[in-house]
């Protein structure tokens, strides 16, 4: 029954049940009936517009769908309507890397290029977190195909250490991308940031100076992070700043979150079919690639 995991207050107010009434028939050991299938699915849609709060009904009718809730899109649209769930309008990202003058950029690789399998595109993006009493700032590198964060650091500085920890620990963990793209910020076109890319035969690719939309991949994911990570807590410190984002960033974004852009998977299990894929192909000819 929903009373076993939902607060009986929330119930009754949402499905206009007067609250003593239940309270009466458990007293006289009447069976109280069980919510109609619909407020089964009210009830569902809650949990999951709870604990992702920033989807919108596609997202949430996947989850339904996921959860054995076999609702259509139409459906989930008038049952959110009907709870009053509304989607939330994106907040700006401020920026946070400068270009300098003195340092030339590189060409933009990645405008029109098809990326069909990982490592092909890596992107790069540095943001700010808002903490109490400081600033820290969260470096990212995202594979572009499977979407499947490679490598990530959060540091108090904006200096080369940031950027330049986060390439290391995705150059560790994987193969290195043909492509690195990024916007030119100094943190990626500086000496030593370019003399890794190089050492591991990485092409560099750089968005255009005043077109943040050229790096739009890693634009969309810093803002997914703050949206439904950053922007609902309330950060005590750096140390609980580190944890939570590590738990979103490689338990949560990789494993949990639905991408529509990936056929509403989540990157883990796209990687993974991905895989499973091309074992088949390479047993198979005839099989055709995703």
Not at 217 to 242: C, G, H, P, S
Request: net charge positive.
């Amino acid at each position: 029954m929903l009373m076993a995991d939902f607060p009986l207050r929330m119930l009754c107010r949402l499905f206009v049940v007067n609250r003593n009434s239940i309270y009466r028939a458990n007293a006289a050991n009447v069976e109280v009936p069980m919510l109609g299938k619909e407020s089964e699915e009210k009830a569902k849609l809650i949990e999951l517009a709870a604990r992702w709060p920033r989807y919108g009904y596609r997202r949430l009718t996947i989850e339904m769908r996921r959860a054995g809730y076999p609702v259509n899109a139409k459906k989930t649209r008038r049952l959110m309507s009907e709870l009053g769930i509304q989607g939330h309008v994106p907040k700006r990202k401020a920026r946070t890397t400068q270009r300098n003058p003195c340092l030339a950029g590189y060409p933009n690789l990645v405008l029109k290029l098809e990326v069909s399998y990982p490592e092909q595109v890596w992107v790069a993006d540095v943001t700010y977190i808002a903490l109490r009493e400081e600033f820290v700032y969260l470096a990212i590198i995202m594979d572009v195909f499977t979407r499947q964060i490679r490598g990530w650091h959060l540091s108090r500085s904006l200096e080369q250490t940031l950027t330049l920890n986060a390439l290391s620990k995705a150059l560790l963990h994987h193969q290195p991308p043909k492509i690195h793209h990024s916007d030119q910020g100094v943190q990626y076109t500086s000496q030593v940031y370019v003399q890794t890319l190089n050492q591991n035969n990485v092409q560099i690719s750089n968005s255009e100076v005043g077109q943040a939309w050229q790096n739009g991949f890693a634009e969309r994911l810093m803002r997914t992070i703050k949206e439904e990570e950053v922007d609902l807590q309330d950060y005590q410190n750096f140390d609980d700043a580190l944890q939570n984002i590590k738990t979103f960033i490689e338990e949560v974004y990789g494993k949990k979150r639905i991408h529509s852009s990936l056929g509403y998977l989540t990157p883990a299990e796209f990687e993974a079919h991905w895989q499973k894929h091309q074992e088949v192909t390479i047993i198979d000819p005839s099989v055709v690639s995703i």
